[in-house]
């Protein structure tokens, strides 16, 4: 509880200072009201002892609130966010920090990464300042608060991602081609071949469709052929490893090489 212990009886409140009586005829000392809180801190924090100011909103815990009007009511100046004097050339109270956060910096960032996000075939993100609010402030940005004041809080918060489910043009793969084209022993069945490379064409205008999609979407940032959308949250953490392994696999056609003819029959 935030109410004096040690000599409640020299405290008291007048009409616009606080009293301090050190008592043996001493002549009482008075010290002038702080300018109130404005507005009224809103109780949505977990953790005691602090007060988060919003874009001017303030927050603290149940606890805090509650402690800081029983501070007002016995006389305690001490145990405030408010600080009063000068006393002796010294100010008093303000044991109670104030953390400011300006969410003006966090709608510019969202800004700057909307055009690379739509580079990566993002559709949306779920940004904290932006949702759901609660009295006014944004639930996501008062749950990441909470998060990092309460060292008993494991897991961050979650962000939310609205992926695109790429469309591609086609499979690409020529086994099944192959497999319905194969040459029998000792014979060219032309048809088959004239299959078989319209086959091999027709994959490689399907790649070269996608791989321009691709493109258009890493340059242009345009929304990709698909199916819709999915909607992930991820939660970032730091021990993951920032250095990725990355497999590229290319493919490139470099001739067509028709079956041996010795001593085959051509059809």
Same mark, same amino acid.
């Given at each position: !509880?935030?109410?004096?212990?040690?000599?409640?009886?020299?405290?008291?409140?007048?009409?616009?200072?606080?009293?301090?009586?050190?008592?043996?005829?001493?002549k009482?000392?008075?010290?002038?009201?702080?300018?109130?809180?404005?507005?009224?801190?809103?109780?949505?924090? %977990? #953790?005691?002892?602090?007060?988060? &100011?919003?874009?001017?909103?303030?927050?603290? &815990?149940?606890? #805090?609130?509650?402690?800081?009007?029983?501070?007002?009511?016995?006389?305690?100046f001490?145990?405030?966010?408010?600080?009063?004097?000068?006393? %002796?050339?010294?100010? !008093?109270?303000?044991?109670?920090?104030?953390?400011?956060?300006?969410?003006?910096? @966090?709608?510019?960032?969202g800004?700057?990464?909307?055009?690379?996000?739509?580079?990566?075939?993002v559709?949306s993100?779920?940004? @904290? *300042?932006?949702? %759901?609010l609660?009295?006014?402030?944004?639930?996501? @940005?008062?749950?990441?608060?909470? *998060?990092?004041?309460?060292?008993? =809080?494991?897991?961050?918060?979650?962000?939310?991602? #609205?992926?695109?489910?790429? =469309?591609?043009?086609?499979? *690409?793969?020529?086994?099944?081609?192959?497999?319905?084209?194969?040459?029998r022993d000792?014979?060219l069945?032309?048809?088959?071949?004239t299959?078989?490379?319209?086959?091999?064409?027709?994959?490689?205008?399907l790649?070269? %469709?996608?791989?321009?999609?691709?493109? *258009?979407?890493?340059?242009?940032?345009?929304?990709?052929p698909?199916? +819709?959308?999915?909607?992930?949250?991820?939660? $970032?953490? $730091?021990?993951?490893?920032?250095?990725?392994?990355?497999?590229?696999? #290319?493919?490139?056609?470099? +001739?067509? $090489?028709?079956p041996?003819?010795?001593?085959?029959?051509?059809?």
């Amino acid at each position: !509880m935030a109410i004096l212990n040690n000599n409640p009886q020299q405290y008291s409140k007048g009409t616009n200072e606080w009293i301090v009586s050190a008592g043996g005829g001493a002549k009482p000392l008075t010290i002038p009201f702080a300018p109130p809180l404005t507005p009224a801190p809103l109780p949505l924090l %977990e #953790t005691d002892g602090i007060i988060v &100011s919003i874009d001017g909103v303030l927050l603290c &815990s149940p606890k #805090t609130l509650t402690d800081v009007i029983e501070s007002e009511v016995s006389g305690n100046f001490h145990y405030s966010p408010l600080k009063v004097g000068p006393v %002796e050339g010294k100010l !008093m109270g303000g044991s109670i920090p104030i953390l400011t956060i300006n969410t003006t910096q @966090l709608a510019l960032k969202g800004e700057e990464r909307d055009l690379k996000n739509r580079n990566a075939g993002v559709d949306s993100v779920d940004y @904290l *300042y932006e949702g %759901e609010l609660v009295n006014g402030i944004p639930k996501s @940005l008062l749950n990441q608060i909470n *998060y990092f004041l309460n060292e008993n =809080k494991d897991t961050p918060p979650a962000d939310v991602f #609205t992926l695109w489910n790429w =469309k591609f043009a086609g499979d *690409y793969s020529v086994d099944v081609l192959v497999t319905a084209t194969k040459q029998r022993d000792n014979f060219l069945d032309r048809a088959k071949l004239t299959e078989f490379l319209g086959g091999v064409s027709q994959r490689l205008r399907l790649l070269r %469709e996608d791989f321009n999609a691709i493109k *258009y979407v890493f340059f242009n940032a345009t929304t990709p052929p698909n199916n +819709g959308y999915t909607t992930i949250a991820r939660v $970032a953490s $730091a021990e993951e490893d920032s250095t990725h392994t990355v497999l590229f696999k #290319t493919y490139d056609t470099v +001739g067509l $090489a028709l079956p041996p003819v010795t001593g085959s029959t051509v059809v």
